[in-house]
């Protein structure tokens, strides 16, 4: 069995329109996944679901979530917490909030491996240090004593990404992880991340709308649109040969560095109109 | 070139050391009242009414801010006074803020049906006019220092919890929060431990301004007698009394009312220059 295995999930705004629709993906062991899709496609959603981060005001209405072999949807909140909390970690989208203005560095990473992990503090803080230096961040030991507004943005993601690696988890969920960041920084930490990635053998899951992005960290492929999953292939394929049109649709619009002056050419109308019928057609079939 | 930051920084540690010594002093005076006074402040001597303070002529020795109209020295009834004021403040302001920050905490980062409770029971309290409704409750529970510090805690919580509310929703909305509950943090842990570091500074600066505020409704309820019971002096009580006799005898009103104004005023700037101190993005 896949090491995530999300199978048919079904996500609503409460006694309100699905947000995800049936949706099925697999990230094996070590796997790289990317999650591509327009803006409010779902793609968070389907990562705060796997973390059980889900905001209050959605609801779960189908399928199952299966995480490390056992079903998450089916156990009790506070076993799930510990659950994801063994095995998977986050790496947020912007790492202005993602740090807590209010403690310093050093005990944002090793106070989780202490409290919730049973760590000693002495092993928890030689964890730190090793993975700071491991994301190239110079003079660890000063960093850990720093508050996150002392640091720029891309330090911060680089603390970040070592904090998501600190307890060792087996799959991570990357949304936009370099969306926030200005270009130069952007390719850096986006190579780090495919290294650490590759290195500690992690599963990630990959949420991006950057098909460039993909093309250099991913393996497989999903592409989402309103909640639905259009095609679920391997990124070889998915760039040489796209089954579904609106997938083709966004490769062409993608602009290409070998001919920056070919311009975009935006998702045709007609391959929206053909998705969205898709997905009218699939809520039809889902209400009788 | 002067250094924006330091000057502001600068700024702040005077104004936190300048009401630190005022609520310091006050502290102690209301502490060791019965050894600071000079004079016992319920003594009355009538051929000694209406003395005026030292540099005017025509003063005691010993009277140092004068006597009003009984007779009864100033600056002993306003040391004395401080000891209501001060204890008013301490006690209704952290009662009041643990109930309302605590209330607000939990309905803005739990949200759900805790967040509902506490909103209704804030509108509904915010319909109520705070006055009335002090003055209503110590008619019932009749008038006395633990019926006003009640006052306050019933009336004001609100403050805190609105603030307080919206400034955890804020935060609980951050990706830190996010994380913490992908690493296993439960609710509580993440509330305590994320947020409440957050809202601190917030917490903090509302404290100090309801302590000021306490010392202002006391005096406003000594002011109108509904206060402790009449003997003791109060600034409220001296404020009161020195209205009468203001043409002849201005120090009886002008001393205790300098002093509270003094002691609100040191409460929120005490409060400021804290948060400046401890807001770790300012620091
Ligand atoms: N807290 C929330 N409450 C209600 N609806 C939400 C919430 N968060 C997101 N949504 C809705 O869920 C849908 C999917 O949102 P999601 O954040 O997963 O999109 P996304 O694919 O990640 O988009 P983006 O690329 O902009 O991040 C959107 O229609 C959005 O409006
Ligand atoms: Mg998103």
Redesign the interface.
């Known amino acids: 069995m896949s090491f995530l295995d999300i199978r048919g999930l079904s996500v609503r705004l409460k006694k309100g329109p699905a947000l995800l629709r049936r949706v099925s993906l697999q990230v094996q062991a070590a796997e790289v996944r990317g999650l591509v899709g327009e803006s409010g496609a779902g793609k968070s959603m389907i990562g705060k679901a796997v973390l059980g981060i889900l905001p209050p005001s959605v609801e779960v209405s189908e399928g199952e979530i299966f995480l490390d072999g056992v079903d998450l949807l089916r156990m009790a909140p506070s076993e799930r917490r510990r659950k994801i909390g063994a095995v998977a970690a986050l790496i947020p989208q912007d790492p202005l909030t993602a740090l807590n203005p209010s403690h310093r560095i050093g005990p944002q990473i090793t106070d989780r491996l202490v409290d919730i992990l049973g760590w000693t503090r002495a092993r928890a803080e030689a964890r730190a240090l090793e993975l700071l230096a491991e994301v190239q961040i110079p003079d660890p030991a000063r960093v850990m004593r720093s508050y996150p507004h002392e640091l720029s943005g891309g330090m911060r993601q680089r603390i970040l990404i070592a904090s998501a690696f600190a307890a060792e988890p087996k799959l991570i969920v990357a949304d936009e992880p370099t969306t926030a960041l200005d270009v130069t920084v952007q390719k850096q930490i986006l190579r780090l991340i495919a290294g650490m990635q590759a290195r500690h053998g992690t599963a990630l899951l990959f949420v991006t709308h950057d098909l460039g992005v993909v093309s250099k960290v991913c393996q497989k492929l999903s592409v989402l649109y309103s909640g639905l999953v259009v095609e679920d292939t391997s990124v070889a394929e998915f760039f040489t040969a796209p089954r579904h049109p609106y997938s083709a649709a966004l490769l062409a619009a993608t602009p290409k560095y070998t001919d920056p002056l070919a311009g975009l050419n935006p998702v045709p109308d007609a391959v929206i109109d053909a998705v969205r019928a898709e997905v009218a057609a699939f809520d039809r079939m889902r209400h009788g | 070139m002067v250094d924006g930051r330091s000057l502001t920084r600068r700024r702040a540690g005077a104004r936190l050391w300048l009401s630190l010594t005022w609520l310091g002093l006050l502290c102690l005076a209301a502490l060791f009242a019965p050894w600071v006074a000079p004079k016992d402040p319920l003594a009355q001597d009538l051929f000694l009414g209406r003395l005026p303070p030292f540099w005017v002529t025509g003063a005691e020795p010993g009277y140092y801010l004068g006597t009003d109209s009984l007779g009864r020295d100033v600056l002993s009834r306003i040391i004395h006074g401080g000891r209501v004021a001060l204890m008013v403040a301490l006690i209704a302001g952290v009662a009041t803020c643990l109930l309302g920050a605590t209330l607000g905490l939990l309905a803005g980062f739990l949200?759900?049906w805790v967040d509902m409770l506490v909103s209704r029971f804030i509108d509904i309290w915010m319909a109520f006019p705070p006055v009335l409704f002090s003055i209503l409750l110590i008619a019932v529970m009749g008038p006395g220092l633990w019926s006003i510090i009640l006052a306050i805690v019933v009336i004001d919580w609100t403050r805190f919890a609105r603030v307080i509310r919206a400034e955890a929703m804020a935060q609980g909305a951050?990706?830190?929060v996010?994380?913490?509950?992908?690493?296993?943090?439960?609710r509580l842990?993440t509330m305590v431990?994320?947020i409440l570091?957050?809202v601190?500074p917030t917490v903090v600066v509302l404290l100090t301004l309801e302590m000021g505020i306490a010392v202002i409704v006391e005096a406003i309820l000594s002011f109108v007698n509904l206060s402790i019971s009449t003997d003791d002096p109060t600034w409220g009580g001296m404020i009161a009394e020195g209205r009468t006799s203001i043409h002849q005898a201005w120090w009886v009103l002008v001393f205790p009312l300098i002093t509270l104004f003094l002691t609100v005023l040191a409460f929120s700037q005490l409060g400021e220059g804290l948060k400046d101190r401890f807001d770790?993005?300012l620091r």
């Open positions: 949200r759900g951050m990706d830190y996010a994380s913490a509950r992908v690493a296993g943090r439960g842990g431990r994320e570091p957050n601190l770790p993005v």
